[in-house]
């Protein structure tokens, strides 16, 4: 998990690239709970959380969507 701090401090392409990781990571975390193959399904909110900051900040700094 990133704190809001640290996510602060990167430009606004380097968070667009975080954003499209995570969306990718989270949709895998998905399908592999859905598989039965996620041990700890935890780690979805995680990341969602973590996307929610991202794209707050984003918001914050103006950046287009």
Same mark, same amino acid.
């Given at each position: 998990? !990133? ?7 990167? !430009? ?12 990718? !990571? ?40």
């Amino acid at each position: 998990m !990133s704190q809001a701090a640290d996510i602060r401090k990167k !430009s606004e392409s380097d968070l667009k690239k975080m954003l499209v990781e995570m969306q990718a !990571s989270v949709r895998d975390l998905r399908f592999r709970n859905a598989a039965k193959e996620l041990k700890n399904h935890q780690q979805m909110r995680g990341v969602r959380k973590d996307i929610a900051r991202i794209l707050t900040i984003l918001k914050e700094k103006g950046a287009k969507l």
